[in-house]
């Protein structure tokens, strides 16, 4: 069992939900990304997301693009993001997820990036821009080397989609809470709750609500109907927001411990 299915499997034993926090390696630079991490196990995080910066994340939401651009002036690559990681192992077992598009992991070199991962602690990746049908051959790569390939679906995925996906995902489903791109909502979307039920048609992992989630009454509220709630730009924001790296860890492990209180 991986340590994503241990997490999700103690959460369950507890009768509890999960809390996964998204920040992008490098920003404001890579030692307080090292530090930020354990602080956000020490806050409670279930598992954290290590977004990987790139210069056109079209997914992205100004928030984060602002973080990747932050991130990216220092020149660093994924090897670096590895070993930051590696670093953070020291204090951490909280599962560590590479949250990426595809063009920084085939430049590095997709062999090279699953021995690399796998040393440094990874645990699962997450490439936002390859789909399923396309990504047959790097989900087998990354199950030789024990890291769950995590899936994202979306309220536009067919039926059709959602069974490709539990068929081919492990760790848990990231359901996006609605079509667009990341960023903090007022209002959490109804269409979050429906996708949830549908993608239990079809599989038994743990489901993870996204986009959006800023403030501790969005996390109860998915935690009605998911197994977690991902915290991404309202996290990234916290980050953007402090004076210092220092400040940084603190606002971010403040904001943490609120939206879970």
């Known amino acids: 069992m991986s340590r994503i299915a241990e997490s999700f499997a103690r959460l369950k034993q507890e009768g509890k939900k999960g809390f996964i926090p998204f920040v992008t390696a490098g920003d ?3 030692e307080t990304t090292r530090e930020l991490m354990p602080e956000l196990a020490r806050a409670g995080a279930t598992l954290i997301e290590l977004g990987v ?3 056109d994340p079209m997914a992205d939401g100004p928030v984060i693009q602002r973080a990747s651009e932050r ?3 220092h020149g660093f690559g994924l090897a670096e993001v590895l070993q930051v990681v590696s670093d953070a192992r020291k204090q951490t077992e909280v599962p560590i997820i590479l949250f990426s598009y595809f063009n920084p992991l085939l430049q590095f070199g997709i062999a090279k990036l699953v021995n690399e991962a796998e040393k440094a602690g990874i645990d699962g ?5 390859l789909t399923p049908e396309e990504g047959s051959e790097f989900g087998r790569t990354l ?6 390939m995590i899936f994202l679906v979306a309220p536009t995925s067919t039926d059709e989609r959602l069974k490709m996906v539990a068929e081919r995902a492990s760790g848990f489903i990231y359901a996006v809470s609605r079509a667009g791109v990341t960023g903090a909502r007022e209002e959490m979307s109804a269409e979050a709750e429906r996708l949830v039920k549908r993608v239990r048609r079809f599989s038994d992992l743990p489901v993870a609500v996204g986009f959006g989630i800023s403030k501790s009454e969005h996390v109860a509220d998915v935690w009605r109907y998911a197994d977690a709630a ?10 953007e927001q ?20």
């Open 28 to 30: 404001p630079d890579l």
């Open 53 to 55: 910066p790139f210069s």
């Open 71 to 73: 991130a990216l002036r």
């Open 125 to 129: 990746i997450l490439v936002t821009d």
């Open 143 to 148: 199950r030789a080397h024990q890291l769950d």
């Open 230 to 239: 991902v915290v991404g730009s309202a996290m990234v924001a916290e980050i």
């Open 242 to 261: 402090a004076q210092s790296p220092a400040e940084a860890v603190a606002r971010v492990g403040r904001f943490a411990r609120e939206l879970i209180s």
